[in-house]
């Protein structure tokens, strides 16, 4: 090649590199936060090729049958509509709350609704020019409530492909009943958030520190890092196969790795920012076309309830007075002192595995129980590790964050242990109860990064019930959150949460282990939607959690 040829090119992969930089620059975002470190360094960039930046990431290999089993996960998620991004960014056909409705249908049968029946409502979709939509892809939110019962039920949608979804609800309790009905995204904002996801799997920026005498660096990691002239360090885990890689610090070995954090994300401004406007096409009401409430009657003798879609999956639960029943099948029972949630625990090991969701349990349970000392080894509040200790009842609790990738405030990284690894180590038993909650952080990284972690951490849990079949085992699944900026939808809306959430659950369908279904606890609940759930919703996941423990 001609120098001047080469030179060209230098400046021109410098320069995308450059955007490369500013747009991954402005994309972070943060989970929960608390001051962040100011970079001790200059951040200098390294350089990277965008074009490659799809294929330079290798997910750990899978076997045959697990091949297999993430063919059938991934296609359990797709999502209609979005094959790909559409090169004008614009509103006009694009699904507009404020111009769709909703419809409740007549009861089949007529008469009163009945507690038992079967509501069903009609969503009729329209853009922003009022003409109808004629595919699906939107993402919708239903709920059913009751304001003054402090009663509410998650509704189960189906998309119909054309336009038009159904909603089905449950109807528990007597008296008033109203539909809400809320549009999420419209199916238009969908191929974005797929692809930040999985073309940008370093969304967040991930920082380790090394350190040898005097001598300090910092450098950038993730589960794949774009390849530069720069060596990396590989800490793929020996055991679980999970991958991390850091940028090797130039006067450093990768031994010399000592911290780990994240830094705090800058706004940033795209044209697709008009899909996740909070309130206008993100997170809005669908008013109703008609009435939006029911009344329901109590079941007399003899009367049947309608039931036409039998075939939808019925909702988990629902709250009446606040308090959170089951429906399938489990009943909660109610731990409202101390007395009564030491005795369920008396004698018993919980170890806690998670993200700050999970960390919130132990932290009611301490505020709850005098008696429980909490432990944190080294006054750090989101990565612990924790332990508690009732030593008269003979209680002991421990709390551990899941291991990488965690967007938190500096850590020791000999702190960040992986899950399967832990429960590798745990012995098992009828007294013991292991709980984790693992979604939120990986939102930013490829599903199948998600799917890898989901199958090491399951081949741990079967290996445990196989030495001690009494252990229990609680997953907490994911929740909603308060989304209301196009950057925290992207990096860690609900959309995203509820790919990986359907993930989770079909890894653990049929096997020896107890859900509580924080998903439809934050859908049902009236408070506003956080990543980190009230404690009147903390209260009743307790009482799952108890109620699993202590039948
Ligand atoms: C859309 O499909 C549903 C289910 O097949 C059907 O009931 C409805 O009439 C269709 N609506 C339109 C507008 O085609
Ligand atoms: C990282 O280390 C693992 C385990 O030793 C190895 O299998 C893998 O090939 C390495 N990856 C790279 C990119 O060097
Ligand atoms: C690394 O060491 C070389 C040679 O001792 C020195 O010139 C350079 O400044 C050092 N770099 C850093 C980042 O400390």
Known sequence: MDRPWKEFLKSGIILLSLSLFVYIFYHIDFLEFQ?????????????????????????????PEEIQEENILLDSISWPNTRSKSTSVSLQGTS????????????????????????????????????????????LLTRLHNQALEAGVAGQVVDHLNGTYSAVFSLPWEGKSEVE??????????????????????????????????????????????????????YTDLNTGELWFCYKPKNLSCDARISHFVRKPKPRKAKEDIFFKSGVTMNVGIPASGPAHVT?????????????????PGPAGYYYKGLWSSLSGSTV?????????????????????????????????????????????????????YVALDYAKNIFVTYRCHGLPVRMARSPVTELHYVANELNGVTGGKNTVVVFGVWAHFTTFPIKYYIRRIMSI??????????????KIIIRTANLKRVSTPLSALVGGDWLSLQRDKILRTMFKGMDVYFVDAWEMTVAHYLKHDIHPPRPIIKNMIDVVLSYICP
């Not at 200059?42 to 090729?49: E, F, G, P, T």
């Not at 329901?296 to 939808?312: C, E, H, R, W, Y």
């Not at 081949?459 to 196989?466: C, Q």
Request: glycine share 8%; charged share 20%; with cysteine.
């Open 333 to 385: 029972k109610r731990f409202n002192s101390a007395s009564a949630i030491s005795q369920c625990l008396k004698d018993k090991v919980v170890h806690m595995y998670g993200d700050s969701t999970v960390r919130q349990w132990l932290e009611f349970l301490s505020g709850e129980l005098s008696d429980l000392k909490v432990y944190n080894l080294h006054k750090l509040k989101q990565s612990g590790p």
């Open 296 to 312: 329901v009657f109590p079941k007399m003798k003899g009367q049947l309830a309608t039931n036409s879609n039998k075939d939808i």
């Open 35 to 63: 001051t962040t470190p100011k970079p001790p360094f200059k951040i200098k960039r390294v350089s990277s090729d965008p074009g490659s930046n799809r294929n330079y990431c290798t997910f750990r290999p899978l076997s």
């Open 96 to 139: 507009n709350a404020a111009r769709s409705n909703f419809v409740i249908l007549p009861r089949p049968g007529g008469g009163s609704w009945l507690v038992g029946d079967q509501l069903e409502v009609m969503i009729n979709m329209f853009d922003f020019k009022g003409r109808p939509k004629t595919h699906g892809g939107d993402f």
């Open 458 to 471: 399951r081949k741990a849990v079967v290996r445990l019930l196989a030495r001690a079949p009494a252990t």
């Open 181 to 234: 009905v809320t549009l999420v995204h419209p199916s238009e904002a969908i191929p974005f958030l797929q692809s930040f996801a999985g073309e940008k799997p370093n969304g967040v920026d991930f920082y380790s520190t090394f350190q040898s005498g005097s001598l300090t660096q910092t450098t950038i990691c993730s589960g794949c890092l774009p390849p530069t002239q720069q060596p990396q360090c590989n």
